[in-house]
């Protein structure tokens, strides 16, 4: 009796079981509908990287880094250590790091800072530690102690020789002790290694040192197009902003430091690129402000003295005097923190010091590291010294297409040119004094006026008139 009582009640619960799910499909149609039928959320892509992982990447692959984020992995990378004081690793980050916000913000007391981390790191990992190696030629290209640069980038090339980020430190180094050659083929196997902003930026640089102006402003213009993070952008940009001004294009070159400091405000650089830009537009109140602005940032004496000599330009002989300060000063902090800023002292103490104290500094640099800067300079020292025939030597080093290659800029134009006028070589004076002016006639508010009172003293050149020919008509 039960079981024929139970048959009706499972079918019941059976039926109501097949019509709740009937129902139940029916009701997940109806709601699948409305799905499709309501907007979609659109999934969360990757997390925005932090300023810090930014420059982690940056220092890594050596391209610019923006300030805040070098701050943020400085402070990430020494908790790191802290914590693990035998991670070889992070040692040469944080020493990488400390380098690159010293070059950034011209302030040599990271250097020691620099130099104790990657030598821990050293320490730690004694073998096949090619970061630190890498690390430390980066340093020593930021001190402009070339020979060691090429010292470390050497051996950190012979580690791993594939290690594309070590190529463009030998080539600073190689250009700056004058081995121009060595430069160009260390170039040749980093474009045969590696392309892209990095690589272009560092050819655009080669270029611009062997005369290949077009070349090196499209290199540039690449770079910049192909820089995904805005202070690498910035920085190619800044770059592409000096070499247009080189070339007196000022119009070009105002725009290129603009947009360098509107994406990245604390490009320095490209703040005190305006002020020169504007100064040779004519433009005083407004490259004074942008000078103030680079030095207030970034205290570079190379800034200290453009800005002293605008003022002296412009009569304001006190201000400059202030400026003037502000490089020796800089000059000293440097070289206590290991730095060599002697190539810009002696540029100052040629025209506004000791012309005689200048020779002998430049040449002690010479004997380091003899590049087209330093020849170009010691020569302008001796002839302020009163020293023209020697001084000549070293202006013809400067401008010669070879090593280099043919880097010719106005300044180097105006000193050979000046050297030649005392020396009473009138027509090399001539020819050299016109070509600073063809390059660039607002290159210096100081120098360039110099040399436009010079070529008018020495007039036009005589007119011989037409050699008669022998055996003419008698």
């Known amino acids: 009796m039960e079981n024929q009582q139970e048959g009706p009640v499972r079918r019941e619960r059976s039926l109501r079981r097949r019509r709740v799910l009937i129902a139940a499909v029916a009701g997940c149609a109806v709601l699948g509908g409305v799905l499709v039928l309501l907007p979609r959320e659109r999934s969360a892509g990757p997390a925005t990287p932090s300023p810090g992982a930014l420059a982690m990447e940056a220092v890594g692959s050596g391209v610019p880094a923006a300030l805040p984020g070098l701050t943020e992995l400085i402070e990430e990378r020494r ?4 914590t693990h004081p035998r991670d070889a690793a992070s040692w040469a980050v944080l020493g990488a790091a400390y380098v690159e916000r010293g070059r950034r913000l011209s302030d040599p007391a990271h250097y020691p800072r620099a130099e104790k981390a990657l030598r821990t790191s050293l ?7 090619t970061p630190a190696l890498a690390g430390l030629a980066a340093l020593s290209n930021a001190r402009r102690d070339f020979p060691a640069a090429r010292r470390w980038g050497e051996a950190a090339l012979k580690l791993e020789p594939r290690r594309w980020t070590t190529y463009p430190l030998l080539i ?4 700056g002790l004058g081995e121009y050659k060595a430069a160009k083929r260390t170039l040749d196997r980093l474009t045969g290694l590696r392309s892209g902003p990095a690589v272009l930026a560092r050819a655009a640089a080669v270029y611009r040192d062997r005369g290949w102006r077009e070349d090196a402003a499209a290199s540039l213009a690449d770079a910049a197009a192909g820089a995904r993070d805005p202070a690498e952008r910035a920085a190619y940009l800044e770059r592409a902003g000096q070499l ?7 119009d070009v070159a105002l725009r290129q430091f603009r947009e360098a400091v509107r994406l990245d405000p604390d490009q320095w650089a490209a703040r005190a690129g305006q002020g020169r830009t504007l100064a040779g537009l004519g433009r005083t109140a407004e490259a004074l402000n942008a000078y103030r602005a680079a030095l207030d940032g970034q205290p570079c004496p190379q800034y200290a003295l453009e800005l002293g000599e605008l003022y002296e330009s412009l009569g304001q002989r006190e ?3 202030v400026r003037y300060g502000l490089l020796r000063e800089r000059v000293r902090r440097a070289a206590a923190a290991g730095a060599d800023e002697e190539l810009v002292l002696g540029r100052f103490e040629a025209d506004h010091g000791d012309p005689k104290a200048a020779a002998r500094r430049l040449r002690a640099q010479w004997e380091r590291q003899p ?15 009163g020293e023209p025939e020697e001084a000549l030597r070293f202006a013809l080093k400067a401008t010669s297409p070879e090593p280099g290659g043919g880097a010719l800029d106005a300044a180097s134009m105006y000193h050979r040119g000046m050297i030649e006028r005392s020396l009473k070589h009138y027509g090399a004076a001539r020819r050299h004094l016109t070509a600073a002016l063809r390059i660039n006639p607002h290159f210096s508010p100081l120098h360039a006026p110099a040399a436009r009172a010079a070529l008018e003293a020495l007039g036009e050149p005589p007119d011989e008139g037409v050699p008669e020919m022998d055996g003419g008509p008698g």
């Not at 020849?375 to 302008?380: C, I, N, V």
């Open 79 to 82: 908790e790191a250590v802290r």
């Open 123 to 129: 320490s730690v990992r004694p073998e096949r530690n």
């Open 172 to 175: 600073d180094a190689y250009t």
């Open 244 to 250: 247009a001004f080189e070339r007196g294009d000022l």
């Open 319 to 321: 201000a400059a005097r």
């Open 371 to 385: 590049g087209t800067g330093v020849a170009d300079a010691l020569g302008w020292a001796l002839y302020r010294a």
